[in-house]
């Protein structure tokens, strides 16, 4: 499994969560909650199963946290091969246990996030709730304070680390593939960079993706211009609130298909 990214100085601190029979990650003993609760969308909600995948699927995992994204699709499609990116080294690190934890193959790894251009930007790193690290943080206190119970998730958030890392465009990783044929499902759950993950495609790579699916919170019109870009490519898009969000909560799964695959799930 190639992986790509510079390990910390130390360490981070995991500890082995078991979140059903026979099933167990490394994760932050600070994040066990938001572990479970993304165990749930994915693995009992079936959050990304909005379409049928080839046994040779070949997937890409933007924003990959941990790893649970790729070990889902891997228990149920054993011959995909998957493209996994995650910017936040504590959290590729957990990545990376996690891929060895369950003798995963068939996994390309990088440590880095995802943009329209090649560059270095500052993450900003929540050690108690790492899966909302996010480029844009003023968007993301925003999207909280519309919650029911913003209270004790703002408090969550005022542990926070800025962290320099490498962004790089997608349509880079998957020239280096040699032979792509296809992207039967392009998963994107990256805090607000959603638009500008799809923009670092090149034109003619666009003709690969089968189905896209991500998580969006519709700031400033964020869910019409996500719409249209698909629709502009081609793609039959849907969306629905996600299922955890309340009626103040603008939080949208969006699925963009070329083909007529029926829903399955949804978050």
Partial sequence: MPITGTPDAEEPEFQQLKLADGFSVYASPLASRETSFIYKEIFQDGCYDVARLPPDAFAVDAGAHIGLFTLYIKARYPS???????????????????MALHGVAGVDAHQCGLGRDDARQTLVFYPRLPGNATFFEADKR????????????????????????????????????????RIDLLKIDVEGGEVAVLEGLDEDQWELVRNVVLEVYNHDGGLGRLRALLEARGFRVEEQRAKWASQTTEVYIVVGRRESDEVAGGC
């Fill in 80 to 98: 995909a091969r998957i493209l996994a990116l995650e910017p936040a080294p504590a959290t590729f690190a957990a990545f990376q246990r996690n």
């Fill in 142 to 181: 925003r999207f909280v304070e519309t919650m029911k119970q913003a209270k004790p998730v703002l408090e969550l958030l005022a542990a926070r680390e800025e962290v320099d890392v490498e962004v790089r465009r997608l349509s880079g990783f998957l020239r280096r593939i040699p032979g792509l044929a």
